[in-house]
């Protein structure tokens, strides 16, 4: 199994240490040139959704990944890559690929609690680490979208087919300053879950 990993802005490369560590192939996607290459899912990382949905335009890379995610490529999006999939955005005027039916608040917790690190459940797994970084949460969501996981009332991870979102940073646990951490397998969890979409 080959997994891109959209590389344009953000943290590209924590997610594909955390593919490494899972023994799973990975390519960072930089150039419209790299979609050639054959790859069974796509990572959109988080960083700046307004800067990455701006590259991906100028980079002709934009319609090309729509497609493909459109006709089912497994694709699991981060943070601003939530921002990057959701259909509706409630507090930004842009609107990127837009293909998951949710609607997300950008920046929701605002910037004095922008930041935060957590433990909680996510569904079929249990307990994991969570780290959110300016990160936004999920208002609404479709009939066809399944709840993955909340904290205080907000939906921070859900899924609709092939696609997969989180609000916070799984590719941090472990390695987030060297501190938040929970075990080997709460750390590789959401990257494995996201392999199993893939494989199953
Ligand atoms: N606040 C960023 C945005 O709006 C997302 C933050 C992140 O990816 N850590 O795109």
Same mark, same amino acid.
Do not use: G, M
């Given at each position: 199994m080959t997994i891109a990993v959209l590389a344009l802005q953000g943290a590209f490369k924590e997610h594909i240490d955390k593919l490494n560590e899972l023994n799973i192939e990975s390519f960072e996607i930089r150039q419209a040139a790299d979609l050639t290459r054959h790859f069974d899912g796509l990572i959109l990382p988080g960083g700046e959704s307004t800067v990455q949905g701006k590259l /991906?335009? $100028? /980079?002709g890379i934009f319609e090309d990944l729509q497609k493909k995610i459109q006709e089912g490529l497994p694709v699991y999006g &981060?943070? !601003?890559g939530l921002l990057l999939l959701a259909k509706d955005i409630e507090n930004d005027s842009r609107r990127h690929l837009a293909l998951m039916d949710i609607t997300a608040n950008r920046n929701a917790y605002g910037r004095q609690l922008g930041s935060f690190y957590i433990e909680s459940d996510f569904k079929g797994i249990g307990k994991i680490p969570m780290t959110f970084i300016r990160a936004p949460y999920i208002e609404r969501v479709g009939e066809s979208v399944e709840i993955l996981a909340e904290v205080d009332g907000k939906i921070v991870a859900a899924r609709e087919k092939n696609m997969l979102v989180t609000a916070f940073h799984p590719e941090l646990s472990g390695n987030f300053l060297g501190g938040y951490s929970g &075990? @080997? $397998?709460?750390? /590789? !969890?959401?990257? @494995?879950y996201f392999s199993d979409m893939i494989s199953l």
């Open positions: /991906l335009r $100028e /980079l &981060t943070c !601003a &075990t @080997k $397998e709460q750390n /590789l !969890a959401v990257h @494995k």
